[in-house]
């Protein structure tokens, strides 16, 4: 039996419909520090449930960024909705458009708000800076509203504007 890889304690499960391989791919792609783990497949047992042939691959172990998370393919019985996110933070605006336009290549426009985005297979994400939790957290409430007008009325975050904001510009 191989090893366990990952220390975490809890660990996303996300659920696809068949195409958790091809979402896993994309992923590694956009992600620098990123791998698969171990694969489970379909057997025999259970086809009159899930109707899912034998041989296709079941779950997928996979890492971003250290975060370890499993893919399921379990049909299309669910699907992703906005209620649970990923964030990612980043340090740089470079960082901020760079994982904008990667996670939304081929995803649906329409989910894009607030540094909130939802990619082609419906999983969404917060693309946001560092910088802005400690402008939120600031006790002048003057520029606390400032920021939040900026980002409730942004798709992509931009750092400049935020700061713009942040500063009364």
Avoid at 127 to 147: C, F, I, Q
Wanted: charged share 25%; hydrophobic share 35%; with cysteine.
């Amino acid at each position: 039996m191989e090893k366990r890889i990952s220390t975490q304690k809890i660990t996303p499960n996300l659920w696809f419909a068949l195409n958790a391989e091809e979402a896993i791919k994309f992923y590694l792609t956009i992600f620098k520090n990123s791998k698969t783990g171990r694969s489970t497949y379909y057997g025999e047992e259970g086809f009159e449930i899930h109707k899912i042939p034998a041989g296709t691959l079941m779950t997928q172990e996979f890492y971003l960024e250290g975060q370890e998370f499993l893919a399921l393919n379990g049909g299309p019985y669910f699907t992703f909705n906005e209620a649970i996110s990923f964030v990612i933070n980043c340090d740089t605006q470079e960082e901020v458009d760079y994982y904008w336009e990667k996670l939304t290549e081929g995803g649906p426009a329409e989910s894009q708000m607030c540094g909130w985005l939802k990619d082609k297979f419906g999983v969404s994400w917060q693309v946001v800076p560092t910088e802005l939790t400690e402008m939120m957290l600031d006790k002048d409430k003057d520029r606390v509203a400032r920021v939040n007008k900026e980002v409730l009325s942004s798709k992509k975050l931009d750092l400049n504007r935020i700061r713009a904001a942040y500063n009364g510009k």
